[in-house]
């Protein structure tokens, strides 16, 4: 039994789990009468190293921006939609062992793919916290679930980060709880301190900016969406008639429909104000595109225009941050939970398995195996199998020929295909010849014949009739022979294919 289970008190210690404050639930609504100076207060205050109003602000910018939201979820399910796996250390058989044990206890962890989305949440807030949440299973630790804990129950105070726990409301130092219970996932848009290097904290100026626009968009439709209606009344109309009138242009308004005194009069005023309305439109769709540039690199694929060769041109740019938020993510894993869980269960000594994310799509490893290709046979370049095996994701079976040759010569498949045509069309070409040679050699019998009585006798007359055979197969087997070695040709190329 390894160490950890002869310290009771530490292994309490991480089956314990980080109880939080319940007034911590409920968020202070920071992004209400949202300003330029309250933005910088709370900005200010985060630079501080209190992060609570900062990360209840991006919660709320991501619930109130239908846009802002799509783009942050297609920036993280693009990496939660990919496969992955544990990769041994080595081919050592204990390195392969321990892989596969922590394959094992990562696939039963309950709903393992919504805590990759959770820790990809530092995409947006710069920093994502998980806790973990262990169990003793038939003598080892394995991990029950993972907890996501806001990152508003976290500060710095002295360049130090600090937890507010239950039992601890000014702060517990996060190196005081044991090391093996809480992932730390930080992602960093921008140098300098972790509470400014969310890509939130970039967006969050256009965000108030769309929203100011919004505003005055809503108050330009209900002022200027609709005619307005003016009554006229006579001079002698009294105080009941105006009353009346008033409550019949008000019904009209509403109802689009109303009865008037016959001495009354209502006129409908057009406003065409398009020209105007469009200003509206035109500044939220460029905060949209600003926040499109700052999440996913580009605006093609999530805005509308574009050509498609354009659109595929940008798409190579998002590619660029997907792989860089898969190593991220996998370099966390590693450390924070992969390294746990063999330390616990095995010990110290022994080494790491690495968690890979399959990035690489179909399209791109044919251009490489091209690429593989004419380095190793066009170039003679010498290229490891081992490596291909590992380039290619490919498993490595117990026994294979260490000089098979991986990978074909495309270059002389394509020649080889182009003289197999031509082989082909010249064996039809002697096909046709040789039959006419034996045809001519049957002409020729029937015109020495003087009338239709001597064409009878050679048909009816055996030795005849053999002999005739016998020259015209024996043109046959002459073209034959050519026939046949450009077919031996064809099998030959075949085979090498």
């Not at 709903?111 to 994502?128: E, Q, T, Y």
């Not at 003793?136 to 991990?143: A, F, M, P, T």
């Not at 690495?354 to 170039?379: C, G, M, P, Q, R």
Request: net charge negative; charged share 30%; proline share 2%.
């Amino acid at each position: 039994m390894f160490s950890i289970f002869k310290r009771p008190k530490k292994l309490e210690k991480i089956l314990t789990k980080i109880e939080l404050p319940k007034w911590a639930n409920y968020s202070t609504y920071p992004s209400f009468n949202l300003t330029p100076e309250k933005l910088t207060k709370i900005f200010r205050e985060a630079d501080s190293g209190n992060i609570y109003n900062q990360m209840e602000l991006f919660e709320e910018m991501e619930e109130k921006d239908p846009h802002l939201f799509s783009q942050l979820q297609t920036r993280k399910n693009a990496v939660v939609g990919l496969n992955w796996e544990i990769m041994a250390f080595s081919e050592d058989e204990k390195d392969k062992e321990i892989a596969e044990f922590v394959k094992d206890v990562i696939k039963n962890i309950k709903d393992f793919d919504n805590s990759l989305l959770d820790l990809l949440d530092a995409i947006g807030k710069g920093i994502s916290f998980l806790e973990i949440n262990w169990k003793l299973d038939n003598g080892y630790l394995k991990i029950e679930n993972l907890t996501y804990i806001h990152p508003k129950h976290f500060f710095w105070e002295d360049e130090k980060l600090k937890i507010v726990t239950k039992d601890n409301l000014t702060g517990l130092n996060i190196n005081e709880i044991q090391e093996n219970k809480i992932i730390i996932h930080k992602y960093k848009a921008s140098s300098g301190h972790e509470s400014r290097a969310g890509l939130l904290r970039i967006v969050a100026w256009m965000y108030l900016f769309k929203n100011y626009t919004l505003k005055d968009w809503v108050t330009f439709i209900e002022k200027y969406g609709m005619p307005i209606l003016l009554g006229k009344y006579d001079e002698g109309s009294s105080e009941q008639d105006k009353e009346a009138l008033i409550e019949a242009l008000i019904n009209i308004g509403t109802d689009s429909a109303g009865i008037i005194n016959g001495n009354t009069n209502i006129n409908v005023i057009d406003n065409d104000k398009k020209t105007s309305a469009d200003i509206f439109e035109k500044m939220a769709r460029f905060c949209d595109e600003q926040i499109s540039k700052a999440i996913l690199g580009q605006t093609l694929t999530s805005d509308s225009g574009g050509s498609y060769a354009q659109s595929k041109t940008h798409n190579e740019v998002r590619r660029d941050l997907v792989s860089a938020d898969c190593k991220a993510l996998a370099t966390t894993i590693k450390e924070y939970l992969i390294k746990p869980i063999v330390v616990l269960n095995f010990g110290e000594e022994y080494k790491i398995p690495d968690f890979v994310f399959d990035f690489e799509e179909t399209e791109d490893l044919l251009k490489t195996a091209e690429i593989y290709s004419k380095l190793k046979n066009e170039l003679g370049l010498n290229i490891d199998n081992e490596h291909l095996y590992e380039k290619f994701k490919i498993p490595k079976p117990e026994t294979h020929n260490e000089n098979i040759k991986i990978l074909k010569e495309n270059y002389k498949k394509q020649n080889n295909s182009k003289k197999i045509d031509n082989l082909i069309e010249e064996l039809k070409g002697n096909s046709i010849a040789s039959f006419k040679e034996g045809l001519n050699i049957f002409n020729d019998e029937i015109d020495k014949a003087k009338n239709l009585n001597e064409i009878k006798e050679l048909f009816q007359d055996e030795n005849k009739l053999n002999k005739l055979l016998k020259k015209m197969n024996n043109a046959f087997q002459k073209e034959s022979l050519k026939g046949g070695l450009i077919l031996s040709n064809l099998i030959g190329r075949y085979e090498d294919e």
